[in-house]
T-cell receptor
């Protein structure tokens, strides 16, 4: 079974530029998550999708971050314009969304963003 | 709100030493608890989990027991190997389907020969 795919793996941009990250979840997984992991910290949820609807985007800085999952499969996370503090690893995860007691999340390799 | 507190690293051990990484949590209700591991240059991998009080999760020689009375989920391994060198994250997930994970800050483990 293929895992969660993300691209690109690395990206370097200057502040005020735009950047986009792509994620393809495990086939059949209804739930998709984007996490931000700043160096030395644990991942923090940015946005959660159930199929193509947003479940939780309370921690997403909506003035500069946007995300979509139009067909309920792959997803794109965009930052426009980027700030220095956006330097982090952006992790995508997916889960089946159907488990009754707990729903294991599977993570992609992440995209390391450096904003200069 | 939910939170997870882990012991600060780095933790440096000699091969075959006993490992304990402490993790305590604050949550409403009865969350599920997880340990994820991040090897150098790789993504997060689920190491083990426990979904209710007194459950013991285990994998690859690692163990952790869900202790509701002390709100803890400490990670242990009897004999570490150099290949265990990685960053370990404790996390919780509220009950119900498709809930977000709340992570601790991670503990770096370095095992030397």
């Amino acid at each position: 079974e293929a895992g969660v795919a993300q691209s690109p793996r690395y990206k370097i941009i200057e502040k005020r530029q735009s950047v986009a990250f792509w994620c393809n979840p495990i086939s059949g997984h209804a739930t998709l998550y984007w996490y931000q992991q700043i160096l030395g910290q644990g991942p923090k949820l940015l946005i959660q999708f159930q199929n193509n609807g947003v479940v939780d985007d309370s921690q997403l800085p909506k003035d500069r971050f946007s995300a979509e999952r139009l067909k309920g499969v792959d997803s794109t996370l965009k930052i426009q314009p980027a700030k220095l503090e956006d330097s982090a690893v952006y992790l995508c995860a997916s889960s089946s969304g159907t488990s009754g007691r707990t729903d294991t999340q599977y993570f992609g390799p992440g995209t390391r963003l450096t904003v200069l | 709100g939910n939170s997870v507190t882990q012991m600060e690293g780095p933790v440096t051990l000699s091969e075959e030493a006993f490992l304990t990484i402490n993790c305590t949590y604050t949550a409403t209700g009865y969350p599920s608890l997880f340990w994820y591991v991040q090897y150098p240059g790789e993504g997060l991998q689920l190491l083990l989990k426990a979904t209710k009080a007194d459950d013991k999760g285990s994998n690859k020689g690692f163990e952790a027991t869900y202790r509701k009375e002390t709100t803890s989920f400490h990670l242990e391994k009897g004999s570490v190997q150099v290949s265990d060198s990685a960053v370990y994250f404790c996390a919780l997930q509220n009950t119900g389907t498709a809930s977000k994970l709340t992570f601790g800050t991670g503990t770096r483990l370095q095992v030397t020969l």
